[in-house]
């Protein structure tokens, strides 16, 4: 099996984990579509950097939360490249806070994002991607751990690790797996913004390896089970986070 003249559509994917994703896959040989929502410089940067590095990409913006431009997004890929082979759900927001702190705007908000943007990427896979494909989702660590002022958050990506498993009964006949990545805390801009070096420090010693993840960790298990060695991984969760829980 090879990935050559496979097409891969990486969401959230301008810059952080996304980023890093589009680029593993690229050099793992597949075309990468690089979905973005409003940061369109970063999107064209990170295809110029695959095309120099002999790849080949293009960008395709989209707010995956909007049923209609998701439907219009797989339209693009397929017009340009006959179809598409893997979906990598990784957009996603954060914002913590509470339970009781948390307000409606804050709740709908990462709802539409993590779980209704996965759920509309997800619909349009399920009737369009080609046999043989694979579906990476994302979810969190969190669903694990548990802590505070996760909660929100924590519950949208419980929900993608149930849409995970339930989908990958659904492609049977098809050859599709269906599988989900969850990462611990990650070095990306996001993690580290706001945080002090002391909090970092102590977030890092909380997996027995003793350090953040980065995100080509996290485009390594995505490369994994997007690849021909990740065939018979089918809906399960893959908890990558240096063995954090």
Do not use: C, H
């Amino acid at each position: 099996m090879s990935n050559e003249n496979k097409v891969a559509l990486v969401t959230g994917a301008s810059r952080g984990i996304g980023a890093a994703i589009a680029e593993r896959l690229a050099r793992d040989g597949f075309t990468v579509v690089v979905n973005y929502s409003g940061n369109v410089a970063l999107a064209e940067e990170l295809v110029q950097r695959i095309e120099q590095s002999g790849g080949k990409a293009l960008t395709a913006q989209a707010d995956v939360s909007n049923p209609e431009a998701v439907r219009r997004m797989f339209d693009a890929a397929e017009a340009a490249f006959g179809g598409i082979d893997v979906l990598v759900n990784n957009a996603g927001i954060m914002q913590l806070s509470s339970i009781a702190d948390a307000d409606d705007a804050n709740f709908d908000r990462q709802v539409s994002v993590n779980l209704k943007g996965t759920f509309n990427t997800l619909r349009e896979a399920a009737k369009r991607l080609r046999k043989g494909g694979r579906i990476i989702n994302f979810s969190t660590s969190v669903v694990g751990l548990k802590l505070e002022n996760y909660g929100v958050y924590a519950a949208t990506k419980a929900a993608v690790e149930t849409l995970t498993a339930i989908m990958s009964k659904e492609m049977r006949g098809r050859e599709i797996t269906v599988n989900a990545v969850a990462p611990g805390p990650t070095a990306t801009d996001l993690f580290l913004d706001g945080k002090s070096d002391e909090l970092i420090a102590s977030i890092a010693k909380m997996n027995p390896l003793e350090r953040l993840g980065t995100p080509e960790d996290i485009a390594a298990s995505v490369s994994f089970l997007a690849g021909p060695d990740g065939s018979w991984i089918n809906g399960q969760v893959l908890r990558a986070n240096g063995g954090m829980v």
